[in-house]
């Protein structure tokens, strides 16, 4: 069994920052990629952030240059930095990871979610 564990969202006002963390635990054997995805009330989840084990990253053009993603492969961490945050970037984040159990199943496992509302 595999877990994925968001924490730090929250409420911020327009222009600051926040910084998310996802921690990933259980039966693992190695992790592939891992990212960041939102969905905002009434939209698809989109992709925000994702980074290889080689620590190549990719981003949505809506966040880049304000978001940074980063990852701590000996303990199975991927953070995002956010910031300046605007209202449009309200929406529930989510932790994901493609990973390699240790039964050697691939599986692409999926946080709970954290809430992040920019608002004045």
């Known amino acids: 069994q595999v877990q994925l564990v968001e924490s730090g969202g929250g409420l911020v006002q327009p222009g600051g920052s926040l910084r998310l963390s996802c921690a990933a635990s259980g039966s693992i054997f190695s992790i592939n990629a891992m990212g960041w995805y939102r969905q905002a009330p009434g939209k698809q989840r989109e992709l925000v952030a994702t980074?290889?084990?080689?620590?190549?990253?990719n981003y949505a053009d809506s966040v880049k240059g304000r978001f940074t993603i980063s990852r701590d492969n000996a303990k199975n961490t991927v953070n995002l930095q956010m910031n300046s945050l605007k209202p449009e970037d309200t929406a529930v984040y989510y932790c994901?990871?493609?990973?390699?159990?240790?039964?050697?199943?691939?599986?692409?496992?999926w946080g709970q979610g954290t809430q992040v509302t920019v608002s004045s």
């Open positions: 980074i290889t084990s080689g620590g190549s990253t």
């Open positions: 994901n990871a493609d990973l390699i159990t240790v039964t050697m199943d691939q599986l692409r496992s």
